[in-house]
């Protein structure tokens, strides 16, 4: 798992991947930070952060389309699979690696709370709400995007495919609100990865929210070790 | 140990490996041989855990691959028919992977040195995979399959591709290694598998065709008393002729070769050796051989003589045959 988890954040920063992907998380909150509160002298980072749910939902497939999609197409998954290791320990080392270079870039925004907190006095309940919230949508994201990419051999495919189950899981309440069976519509918006983030942005820590989002980030890596052992009886 | 039994895959109707059972000894070479597409790589796939069986069952040192894969994927160094290589890392990046990946328990740094000695990897340990050629790309190939030290190793054709000068460096090293491992590796080429094997399994359209120590294969695949010749002169003279020298059995007149000059088969009763009174009876009629030689089998030969029992049955057979030789021969 170590072993993995080291190989693939060494590829991330042996190609530009890695540097981008950190780059373009920098600028885009460097630039919603000012946009939201330097600008117009407002210390609530919720849209800050907001912004960076979009961006993440974009982006992150970039950092996890290579994942497993790349050994597929070198047929270098032939010596993780036949190593005498665990496929859960193999999802994990891949999700870990992935999800270390998401934290990197993420960690900048509380940052921002500093800077705030020369000028003004902040609420760090609201902005460490927001943080762990971004850093839990960004394991769903990691997850879901490992999932996708175990499924092809294609980066391309990974990537547009992962962008569209992120935009799915994040519009799943837009679904719920069309829905006229209030039982129906209960249950999807109680899965909606959108209305527990919100709750998160308030300042108010649910332990359901956050059992919620591990889960779903478990289910993700539970369906890639799946897939592969598939591979193996198809 | 390598014990396969009663092993097939079937990919929906169409059976890529059927029913084979085969036994590898500890310190053997196993010789896989069979044509692209006979389920070689399938079987080696099966062995070594990368796709499952659908009946049968595999053991690697007495540990059945599907009851324990983890335990007896330990067992096993493996590599596919294209080495699986991360392009971005240098060969020592890569063996360092691949050593922590394999969980391995001994001094790092002498095993892995120890390795590339073994496999002639010394001036390259540094570059990147990606600028290696074929030729040295195989032999990470083969060195990752030797981490950790390995009681079986599995090799899918592992001279592919590479020059006459490694084929014979890397026949050497399986050579060595067979001596303390259990090894099987595969090929289409039959002299390979000869030079290297000590028992050969001869796989066909899933099925083993032969399954036998690499001497007694050879002696009964052998061809001394099959000979080719080319002789100048008038091939229906020259047919009554070799067919009237004594202990031979069967004559027939092959292609044109050369103005006036044909192609003949002569086949004599087996252990006969029929080639000085070919010499002196052609030469007393004044026909000169411009060539003669033993016909060795080719594979495609090895598959019909195995598969049927009778390699010249007709003009018509004969016939085929060239065809399939001459295709064979643009193969290799």
Known sequence: ?234 | MIEVRNLTKSYGSKKAVNNISFTAEDGQVLGFLGPNGAGKSTTMNILTGYISSTEGQAFINGVDILEDPIKAKSFIGYLPEQPPLYYDMTVDEYLDFVYSLKKCRMPKKSHLNEICEIVKLGDVRKRLIKNLSKGYKQRVGFAQALVGNPKVLILDEPTVGLDPKQIIEIRTLIKRLGKNHTVILSSHILPEIQAVCDRIVVINKGRIVANDNADTLARNLSADHKLVLHIEGSSEEIKKLLSSVTDVERVFVGRQVDERVWEYHVEAKEGADVRRDLFRKLAARNYPILMMRSNELSLEEVFLKLTTGDEYGGAEKLESQYDMLEKGGDNQ
């Open chain 1, 1 to 234: 798992m170590i072993a993995i988890m080291k190989r693939e954040l060494s590829a991330y920063f042996k190609s530009p991947i890695g540097y981008v992907f950190i780059a373009v998380t920098f600028l885009f909150s460097g630039f919603f930070f000012w946009f939201f509160t330097l600008s117009v002298g407002n210390t609530d980072v919720t849209y800050v952060f907001l912004g960076m749910f979009y961006v993440y939902m974009i982006f992150v497939p970039v950092l996890t389309m290579r994942l497993m999609a790349d050994e597929n197409k070198q047929r270098t998954d032939q010596l993780l699979l036949t190593a005498p290791v665990g496929l859960m320990r193999l999802v994990t080392g891949k999700f870990l690696s992935a999800y270390i270079v998401f934290m990197l870039g993420d960690v900048v925004m509380l940052t921002y709370g500093i800077v705030l907190s020369f000028c003004a006095e902040v609420n760090w309940a609201v902005i460490f709400g927001n943080f762990v919230a971004l850093a839990l949508i960004g394991a769903v994201f990691v997850s879901a995007g490992l999932f996708v990419s175990s499924l092809t051999e294609s980066q391309m495919v990974a990537a547009v495919g992962s962008i569209a189950l992120n935009v799915a899981l994040a519009l799943i309440n837009v679904i719920a609100s069309v829905i006229p069976v209030k039982f129906i519509s209960d249950v999807i918006s109680s899965i909606s990865i959108f209305d527990r983030y919100h709750g998160f942005t308030t300042g108010i820590f649910s332990i359901s929210s956050i059992v919620f989002f591990i889960s779903v980030t478990v289910v993700f890596l539970f369906i890639t070790v799946r897939i592969l052992e598939r591979r193996r009886w198809a």
